[in-house]
């Protein structure tokens, strides 16, 4: 870095990894020097870029940036302003967490966002708990701090509706507290429509897509253009899931042009705009879109279930049943092992279900795909119905708190009888040519096992309940479908009736 650019005048598409490792390398007076120049912007900005110009000296020299009397406020700063979240993000957060006061609970908000596993997640909420209820008497930028972080781990908990509560929460002391800044005013938007989309409810997200605009209208360049075209596609991709294609595709029509109006858009890359055309693309069987799509999107890493659906409904449209094949396997694979909300998994499940459509060679993994459907609507269910039991340590819910409550467990339900017709359908075309699927008819013992028919409830001990029994009775055995002894005689005595007794039929 012979002839080095001062940190204000650097373009922020400049701070590439690139430039990192040159500053990283540079002598120790030059990276003192760089460091200085980012606390100058820290304290007085001049302009929209200069908090990237910051965030950028700091992660590149972070172990520097944590040293002397300037650590701290530079870990504080960090905590809350980089939107990585990931390890070095991690490492600025741990610092700040033990600053005093209201910085401390910042910082311990960010940590909370930098949660990497399950056990992390429990300390960060049993934290923020604790944050929620000493700060519940406020309206500022601290309650609210508090407020984003405690929705932001159930929602990576999949626990939508408690995180639902508190969004809404957060949405109130954003309209009541005086100090907080636009960029905090577009968060608790951005909170609520994640919610929105975590619930699967499009018709709530679009009504709060005005609010997200506004929002997003009184923030500064470039961060006003993001969050519009945030808005729209987080609308896109809700529409996909709820089955209303035509308000998804306006949705990304509006997102790309507000992009192509600023394509220089800091921290906003294409990535999303490109999975997002290929969610609508898949649910529309549009060929030339899909083609597009596809080539235009690198090869992912590992098995995205996105991509992998976009490869089926492709290889299904012209009529390639082998690539169909091989790609709704390996779709269906890494959904069934991937740590996904039920509202994601019941969607990528049900797109896959469609994709490989009913043809003759590929009835089994049709079957299967709308089964991992039924038991992700199942599993919303539950997850819903759990936080009835545990939702008092938030405090007293409000009255909307419980109509919303009502209104989205009926949904879920709507939900799962609907993904559950098509899957009991399959069920009995095997059972009519003895080939019922194993997952059916699982051991006793290992699975609550709700039947396709009746949605009675196996319980652990063997009994068939009612389904309105199983949420209080599931804790935490995992769900599957299949059916009882008596849809299974009534079912048996129908198929000898009228093709003959079929093998490998019994009840579980």
Do not use: K
Not at 67 to 90: I, N
């Amino acid at each position: 870095m012979a002839s080095r650019i001062p940190l204000a005048a650097t373009h922020v598409a400049d701070l590439t990894e690139a430039w990192a490792h040159d500053l990283r390398a540079a002598p120790t007076t030059e990276r003192i020097a760089v460091l200085a120049e980012a606390d100058a912007l820290r304290r007085a900005p001049r302009d929209p870029d200069d908090s990237w110009r910051v965030i950028a000296a700091y992660r590149a020299l972070v172990d520097r940036a944590l040293e002397g009397p300037e650590g701290p406020a530079r870990a504080v700063f960090m905590a809350e302003e980089d939107p990585a979240r990931d390890g070095l993000t991690r490492r600025f957060a741990e610092v700040a967490r033990g600053a005093p006061g209201d910085d401390g609970i910042r910082g311990a908000c960010a940590w909370a966002a930098c949660a990497a596993d399950d056990r992390d997640l429990r300390a960060a909420l049993a934290r923020l708990l604790e944050l929620h209820h000493a700060t519940d008497d406020r309206a500022d930028a601290v309650a609210f701090a508090v407020l984003h972080a405690l929705a932001g781990v159930f929602l990576r908990q999949h626990r939508e509706f408690e995180a639902l509560i508190v969004a809404r929460r957060a949405a109130d002391v954003a309209r009541r507290a005086p100090d907080l800044s636009p960029v905090d005013r577009a968060h608790a938007a951005a909170l609520l429509a994640r919610v929105f989309v975590g619930l699967g409810d499009a018709a709530r997200l679009r009504a709060h897509l005005p609010a997200m605009l506004a929002a997003a209208d009184a923030m500064d360049e470039p961060d006003a253009t993001r969050a519009r075209a945030h808005a729209h596609l987080l609308l896109s991709r809700a529409a996909v899931d709820d089955g209303d294609l035509e308000t998804a595709a306006t949705a990304l029509a509006d997102a790309e042009a507000i992009l192509r109006r600023d394509l220089g858009t800091p921290g906003f890359g294409p990535a999303i705009v490109r999975s997002t055309a290929l969610r609508l693309a898949v649910a529309r069987r549009d060929v030339p879109a899909l083609e597009r799509c596809l080539a235009e999107q690198p090869a992912p890493r590992g098995d995205d279930q996105g991509w992998l659906v976009g490869l089926v409904a492709l290889a299904t449209a012209r009529g390639d049943a082998d690539a169909a094949i091989a790609h709704a396997r390996r779709a269906l694979d890494a959904l069934g092992g991937a740590r996904l909300a039920p509202s994601t998994r019941l969607a990528r499940a049900v797109a896959v279900a469609r994709a490989v459509g009913d043809g003759e060679r590929t009835a089994d993994l049709a079957t299967e795909a709308w089964h991992l459907a039924a038991d992700a609507a199942l599993a919303r269910l539950n997850e819903l119905d759990r936080s009835v039991r545990e939702v008092g340590a938030l405090g007293p819910l409000a009255a909307d708190d419980l109509d919303a409550l009502a209104a989205h467990r009926a949904r879920f339900v709507a939900s799962h009888r609907e993904v559950l017709e098509p899957l009991r359908l399959r069920l009995e075309a095997a059972t009519r040519h003895g080939t019922l699927p194993p997952w059916a008819t699982p051991p006793r013992g290992d699975l609550l096992l709700v039947c396709a028919w009746c949605l009675s409830v196996r319980d652990r001990d063997g009994t068939w309940l009612p389904v309105g029994h199983l949420v209080y009775g599931a804790q935490s055995l995992p769900m599957t479908h299949g059916a009882c002894p008596r849809c299974l005689d009534e079912l048996a005595a129908s198929v000898r009736r009228d093709v003959g007794d079929p093998t490998g039929f019994s009840a579980g």
